[in-house]
């Protein structure tokens, strides 16, 4: 096998206000014609930055040092024309998150057809046929009528295979895919990974295989590079099925179902919310349907589903940023069905229960210091002395791991692990007996995760802090809960503990969630129970 | 409230020579407008027939008008008036297009569609005839036409600040001060205004310069500033008849400061609305809600 691509001691420094910043340091690898290499790394390691190059679309002003070669021509000094060819013809790009990386105004045909008639000269109907056919090979159901509609009218794991089809469409020889799956579901990424690599192997393509997942990589690909700081390590990072494989937690707290000792008891829950059908016409989609579970003093339940499964609607309404339909959520023995009322009661519910968000950069106030966010939730609950409240702000810090330095810090200046570790201290700052963890670790990197994950399991064993923990991913429920809960379309699907649950699944669906999960020796597989 | 548009206007002076120039020149204008009694040469209302229609001298380096009076010393003290209707106009769109555009992204629901509504009926108001109609009932002067104006301009902005402080509504961390048992009142003031305060002062420059041709507007129609006052709008008015007899100043100083203030404004307005991202450190922001690192 001849080397399709090649990079030779590839630099690029980006500039920034101190002078020029290296992204880059002496990248080089190669990728063989039809071989898939995966491109490993956590966020930050020069991963993306790797495939612009390739491509040749790096940010204004950045300095690049070394060689990028494509079937033997060099691509940092190709003229405009050449650019152009190459990247018509020689090479495709597949991006994180589909949506935005279409034009949503226009039909998906039109999309698809553009480049064919463009830079292959095409007629629209021989376009049209070829990417009908594309279609059909991508696994996208009922080509000819997904060519008329939007984007919009897609749902993400469609769209990722139209964005795949789209750039198998001028027939290039190397496919970059960069994080293709990271923003679906682990079941649809699971079908798209098993596409894209039928469709590599029957076309006999190459693939640069960009992920933060060294096991899924694995699954796909014949070798794989593994990135830090802008360089090449030999080193294995952290795997997602590393997290999986971490021996089970033991219960903090025997389960219980008596309603004595429970922090949090939600029984037939429902809510509703009012949606447009395509006819025009008004009705009601249940999120949440005949949802009851009962967490204890000190333990932790996992609700697992899927998006769009009803999860993070539960959480909101835990924690009073949605009111519910129907059913009752009662906190320490204290029902929570309608909105508090006056001041007093607010500063109550607070002492109750606390959430942490996803969204670890719009959780924290942009304008305020992360020390301000802690004295401003202990001030409303303590009113501590300017020395307490000092020493309180040194203690969470200390508590989620972060430096003293840190309290006067804005958030925009922190990674997202220190932010979400900042959301977690203001959270915690008030004592909450709950705390509702929204996909907290989902938006992070897996060795991050792994960190909070254990720092959670530590604060809970030194506080007695109930958790609701909400994810997507059954592989990181098991640090931190000894009961989960499976949720389908808003209803329970399963539920026990999480032992039980992760050894021996009993509904079909649960089974196909944890398959789904990449870990060694793991293969995408195309599913036949649900549709991408 | 903030000193951050102050820092960032001076950071984006200091990139840009076109800015820097504005805000000396803003600066300069404010200075003469508050000391035009301890700078101005001349009284502005002393008449004196006898030196009417003079040329630039070194006593009088503007000229004087039909009455003799100093147009230097005119044009300084006008900076005044000139300045402070505008700045009235925006002290009122501010109170209340803020509040009422606040309160309506932070209820929602009903309380959001009363305020659009209303938002909506004062759309329909122009603000010139409004100034008009309030000239007829509250009498000639600086405060009937700066009122109506004001109100005038009250939609435009809340109905920005509306929808941008919906959008701030929505983030996370607005639910994690609501959840933290945060009053009402102080998320809205400490962690919702901030947020869109950036687009509010970009808003107030623009206003400023729409509110200073208004005004003069209004002054030029007779309806504003009376003489013996000199309003540059009115000193515009007063010096048109003069324009014909060949003697320009007395319409053309008041005309050009005008004209520049108002220039000066509007760059530095588009200026900080080009640059209220940087105040932040939008960029980080771009990756929200996205579920991989």
């Known amino acids: 096998m001849s080397a399709l691509l090649e990079l030779d001691r590839l630099r690029v420094a980006l500039p920034a206000r101190e002078g020029p910043r290296a992204v880059l340091r002496d990248v080089s690898f190669g990728v063989a014609e039809g071989e898939a290499v995966g491109l490993v790394g956590a ?45 018509a013809g020689d090479v495709a790009m597949v991006f994180q998150d589909p949506r935005t990386h279409i034009n949503p105004v226009r039909r998906v045909g039109d999309f698809l057809c553009e480049a064919l008639v463009l830079t292959q000269g095409m007629g629209r109907a021989a376009a049209t046929a070829k990417v009908t056919r594309l279609l059909g090979e991508t696994g996208v159901e009922e080509p000819e009528r997904r060519l008329r509609q939007y984007p919009h009218e897609l749902s993400g794991g469609q769209l990722q295979r139209v964005m795949i089809a789209a750039a198998l ?76 494989q971490q021996p089970a937690q033991t219960a903090a707290t025997p389960l219980s179902e008596s309603s004595e000792s429970s922090v949090l008891e939600v029984s037939g829950l429902c809510k509703a919310f009012r949606v447009r059908g395509e006819d025009g016409r008004r009705s009601d989609f249940l999120a949440v349907e005949d949802v009851s579970f009962a967490v204890p003093a000190g333990g932790s339940l996992a609700i697992v589903g899927e998006s769009g499964s009803g999860k993070t609607t539960i959480a909101r309404m835990i924690v009073g940023l949605q009111g519910p339909t129907a059913g009752t959520i009662t906190l320490l023995g204290r029902p ?64 989620v791991g972060l430096k003293q330095e840190h309290a006067s810090a804005l958030p925009r200046t922190l990674s997202g692990g220190e932010r979400q570790r900042a959301a977690l201290a203001r959270a915690l700052a008030v004592e909450p007996r709950l705390l509702v963890l929204d996909e907290a670790v989902s938006s992070l990197d897996v060795s991050t995760q792994a960190q909070i994950l254990d720092l959670l399991a530590a604060i809970r064993a030194a506080t007695g802090t109930a958790y609701v923990f909400i994810s997507h991913d059954l592989a990181v429920v098991r640090r931190v809960s000894e009961e989960v809960l499976v949720l389908r379309q808003g209803r329970i699907v399963e539920r026990g503990a999480t032992q039980r649950i992760l050894a021996a699944p009993s509904d079909p669906y649960t089974r196909l969630l944890l398959d789904s999960v990449p870990r060694p020796g793991w293969k995408p597989r195309r599913l036949a129970t649900t549709s991408a | 409230m903030t000193p951050q548009p102050v820092r960032a206007l001076l950071h984006a002076a200091s990139r840009n020579r076109l800015t820097a120039a504005c805000v000396v020149f803003l600066a300069l204008v404010v200075l003469v407008a508050v000391f035009a009694p301890l700078l101005a040469p001349h009284s502005p209302t002393e008449v004196n027939l006898s030196s009417a229609y003079l040329g630039p001298t070194l006593e009088h380096p503007l000229g004087t008008d039909a009455s003799g009076r100093d147009i230097l010393s005119r044009v300084m003290w006008g900076a005044r008036s000139s300045l402070l209707g505008p700045l009235g106009v925006i002290a009122l769109a501010l109170a209340f297009g803020v509040s009422i555009a606040l309160a309506a992204a932070w209820f929602g629901g009903w309380v959001d569609t009363g305020i659009s509504a209303v938002i909506d009926v004062l759309f329909s108001f122009p603000g010139l005839l409004l100034a008009i109609v309030a000239v007829a009932v509250f009498g000639v002067g600086l405060l009937a036409p700066a009122l109506a104006i004001g109100i005038a301009y009250t939609p435009i ?43 509010i002062v970009a808003q107030v420059t623009v206003m400023f310069g729409y509110a200073t041709i208004d005004l003069a507007a209004i002054s030029f129609l007779g309806l504003g500033q009376q003489p013996p006052s000199s309003d540059w709008g009115l000193m515009v008015a007063e010096g048109r008849p003069a324009i014909l007899a060949g003697h320009s100043a007395q319409a053309l100083y008041p005309g050009i400061a005008l004209v520049l203030v108002v220039l000066c404004v509007m760059v530095l307005g588009r200026r900080l609305g080009d640059r209220a991202d940087d105040w932040e450190g939008v960029a980080p922001r771009l990756s929200r809600g996205r579920r991989g690192p």
Request: aromatic share 4%.
């Open chain 1, 43 to 87: 966020s930050g390691s020069g991963k993306t930055m790797t495939a612009r190059a390739i491509v040749r679309l790096l940010p204004p002003g950045a300095e690049v040092g070394g060689a990028i070669r494509f079937g033997g021509r060099s691509v940092l000094d190709m003229d405009r024309e050449a650019l152009l060819r190459y990247r």
């Open chain 1, 169 to 244: 469409a001028c027939e290039p020889k190397l496919l970059i895919a960069d994080e293709p799956t990271t923003a679906l579901d682990v079941t649809t990424q699971s079908e798209v990974m098993a596409m894209l690599d039928e469709v590599r192997r029957a076309r006999g393509l190459a693939l640069l295989f960009i992920t933060h997942d060294l096991d899924l990589a694995a699954a796909v690909c014949e070798r794989t590079v593994v990135m830090r700081e802008g360089a090449i390590v030999r080193e294995r990072p952290v795997a997602r099925g590393d997290l999986l």
């Open chain 1, 336 to 399: 929570r069905s309608r909105p508090p009322r006056g001041a007093s009661e607010r500063r109550i519910r607070g002492r109750e229960a606390q959430i942490v968000f996803q969204d670890n950069y719009s959780s924290l106030d942009p304008r305020q210091r992360v020390g301000d966010a802690l004295g401003e939730a202990l001030d409303l609950h303590f009113r501590p002395t300017p020395a307490e409240r000092r020493r309180r702000v040194a203690e969470l810090l200390d508590g």
């Open chain 2, 157 to 199: 902005m809340a109905r920005i600040v509306r929808s941008s402080a919906l959008r701030e509504r929505e983030l996370p961390y607005i639910a994690a001060a609501s959840v933290l048992g945060l009053p009402a009142r102080r998320i809205v003031w400490r962690h919702l205004l901030p947020g869109v305060w950036p687009l």
